[in-house]
């Protein structure tokens, strides 16, 4: 496969240094999961960019029309260099200072903008204005800016070359960086050593100085064999490394998961519980009502069964004073 996607790694360096590394990490997981092992590979060798290389891929990704104005700058201040034109210099000199200031204060927006970037008191801005105006003295430097992948920030201190070993591009590729070698002095021959040593008349100088070439190129041989070998074991330790993460971060989202469905059901049985204790409190009043209805009739059955009892004892001596009158006092025969 191609490897990972420019836009994939885009967001990558989009993404707030302090969670850099878990976004490259859950990309790499990703990658694997869907079987490709090169973007993976490509993603693992990606860097976490310091905060003051993060906040100028902000501007690079959100802005790039600044950057090209940006770059646009930064020839026409070459070739006025290269020219010596004094006066279009100083005119773009002043154009300098007004595109800086302007591309710092639209990176203070953007970082205000977004919701885990440092305060702003304590953006380092300082170094933002320097890579941009290394950016504009160096075309290299330029165009590391526009691609929106810095690692490190750069420096400037007057017209000329920047110091590159302060700005790194980051690539996907593993390549490693090119080792500068000296240059020779005038006059000088660099030995060849894949020539044929001479054997004739060769002086006890020449075959000491031929061994010990020998012994130095059998030394770096087996140098480079032992980093080899290093490499490798390092290459299996991460793999190893890798597949605990996974296997970490599986257990984790089961967890979560887990304690997800926990909470949901507890919030359930407390909506119950709240419900219950609603349907309580109004059935205790109920009773309570009922309560007092039913020692209120009591009161009245009381009271009824007295006035009964009254009524039916008039009653009875009506008639018991009836019954006197039918049998004694009436006229004879």
Avoid: C
Avoid at 236 to 248: M, P, S
Avoid at 310 to 325: D, Q, R, S
């Amino acid at each position: 496969m191609a490897g990972p996607s420019p836009e994939l790694v885009q967001q990558l360096y989009r993404t707030p240094p302090e969670r850099f590394v878990a976004a490259r990490d859950a990309a790499v997981a990703e990658a694997r999961r869907a079987g490709d092992p090169t973007s993976a590979r490509q993603l693992a060798r990606l860097r976490r960019p310091t905060v003051s290389a993060w906040l100028v891929n902000l501007l690079a990704i959100h802005r790039p029309e600044l950057v090209a104005d940006l770059v646009e700058l930064a020839d026409a201040l070459r070739a006025a260099q290269r020219e010596l034109r004094g006066p279009r210099l100083r005119e773009l000199s002043a154009q300098r200072r007004a595109v800086v200031g302007a591309l710092v204060a639209e990176v203070r927006k953007l970082a205000a903008a977004e919701p885990d970037a440092p305060p702003t008191g304590k953006l380092p801005l300082g170094e933002v204005e320097a890579t941009l105006n290394a950016a504009l003295s160096d075309a290299e430097v330029a165009e590391q800016v526009r691609a929106g992948r810095l690692l490190r920030a750069a420096s400037y201190a007057g017209f000329g070359e920047v110091p590159r070993p302060q700005l790194r591009l980051v690539t996907s590729d593993d390549e490693e960086p090119a080792v500068e070698r000296p240059a020779r002095r005038p006059g000088t021959q660099r030995a060849n050593p894949d020539a044929t040593p001479r054997t004739d008349r060769a002086a006890p100088t020449d075959r000491a100085a031929e061994r010990a070439a020998q012994a130095e190129r059998a030394a770096q041989r087996a140098a480079r064999a032992e980093r080899a070998r290093q490499r490798r074991a390092l290459e299996r330790e991460l793999t190893r490394a890798r597949t605990d993460q996974e296997r970490a971060e599986t257990e984790l989202t089961e967890a979560a998961g887990q304690e997800r469905d926990g909470a949901t059901a507890l919030d359930a049985i407390e909506t119950e519980l709240a419900e219950l204790e609603r349907r309580r409190a109004v059935a205790e009043q109920d009773l309570s009502r009922a309560k007092l209805a039913r020692r209120a009739a009591e009161r009245a059955v009381t009271v009824a069964r007295r006035r009964a009892g009254e009524v039916e004892a008039a009653v009875e001596a009506l008639e018991a004073e009836e019954g006197t009158a039918d049998t004694g006092g009436g006229p004879a025969d």
